[in-house]
């Protein structure tokens, strides 16, 4: 999107918020800072641009948007109070949407450390200077990896979600009751939204679509582990966008939600409807079951349709289409 195009969408500036994002930089965040450009908000970033993949990605995803009226960039971390500081000295903010995260189940096993620091002592001194004043409202970024193995499908919020089962899922879960404490503490209004699975244009280069389109795209064989019946709840990028946007307009005491589909998927069907789009052959080798992996996600939104209206839209097919449309576009500057 262009300037233009989110000054023609805007609206009346009585309505306008001003958010601080937190890993505005990243697959999601960049998704949820245009959302708030294009309706009039003003938008602050704080992101360190951390190495988990390349940070060339991250600044591509927020090119479009330098020069833009409502939007600024803090380059720092959360873990440096002297860059909280100069976040929150940009404006005092109606809402602070809390993105930044290390992600990924597998290596937060590897390095246990590194999540508990990020995820945790991260959130934690951001929670700490939200209660200093400037901001009017948490939304939290947890993540249904919180229901680990043992969760009744599909998952419910009032799910008790204490047995976790990685280092990833444990940290997102301690955020949440983080962020009760501090609700409870000194009344500020908290919304944790535990997200699905989800996948779309600019999704990091380890994800499953993004990994199975590159490998399938190459010719090369994709591995799946275990037998490929798990199943997932994806939930297209633009949908888990609405639910973030409808949960900072709506603040009410502290409240979780998840965000998915309720439609769950097997891993094998998505590889093969990720070869069928791309009209390519399919090699598929399946590999042991990874610690931390899940047998299912799957979302009960009741909660989220009541309470923030939210309604996913986007089918499987259509938002693989979509993914694809753009990784191929990607692949082409990249060889051009």
């Known amino acids: 999107m262009t300037a233009d195009k989110f000054s023609a969408s805007s609206r009346n500036a009585s309505d306008q918020r001003t958010v601080l994002v937190t890993g505005g930089a990243g697959f999601i965040g960049s998704h949820v800072v245009e959302a708030l450009l294009g309706r009039g908000d003003r938008v602050v970033v704080l992101d360190n641009f951390d190495p988990f993949y390349d940070p060339a990605i991250k600044r ?186 409808a949960a900072v307009d709506r603040p009410g005491g502290y409240r979780v939600y998840n965000l998915g589909t309720t439609h769950t998927t097997r891993l094998d069907d998505l590889v093969g409807l990720i070869a069928s789009i791309l009209g390519a052959p399919l090699r598929m080798l399946h590999e042991p079951l990874q610690a931390g992996d899940v047998p299912i996600t799957y979302a009960d939104i009741s909660r989220a349709e009541r309470e923030l209206g939210y309604q996913p839209q986007t089918s499987l097919e259509a938002g693989v289409r979509a993914f694809l449309a753009w990784f191929q576009e990607k692949s082409l500057a990249s060889a051009a």
């Not at 976040?87 to 290596?107: C, E, M």
């Not at 620091?117 to 951001?126: E, I, S």
């Not at 043992?150 to 997102?172: G, N, Q």
């Open 60 to 245: 591509a995803n927020l090119a479009g948007l330098r020069g833009h009226p409502g939007f600024e960039l803090v380059e720092g971390d959360l873990l440096d109070a002297r860059d909280l500081d100069r976040a929150f000295a940009t404006a005092p903010f109606d809402a602070v949407i809390h993105l930044a995260a290390r992600a990924g189940v597998r290596p937060s096993i590897a390095d246990p450390d590194l999540y508990d620091q990020v995820n945790v002592l991260g959130t934690t001194r951001l929670l700490q200077r939200v209660t200093r004043g400037g901001a009017g409202h948490l939304v939290f970024a947890s993540s249904s990896s919180v229901y680990g193995s043992t969760t009744p499908v599909p998952f419910r919020e009032d799910a008790a979600a204490d047995r976790p089962s990685s280092p990833y899922a444990a940290t997102k879960r301690a955020g949440e009751l983080a962020c009760y404490a501090v609700h409870e503490l000194y009344g500020i209004p908290v919304t944790c939204l535990r997200l699905f699975t989800v996948y779309g244009p600019r999704q990091r280069p380890e994800m499953a679509i993004h990994r199975f389109a590159r490998l399938i795209a190459a010719g090369k064989t994709v591995s799946v582990f275990g037998d490929g019946s798990a199943r997932r709840d994806f939930t297209y990028v633009a949908d888990i966008v609405s639910g973030i946007l």
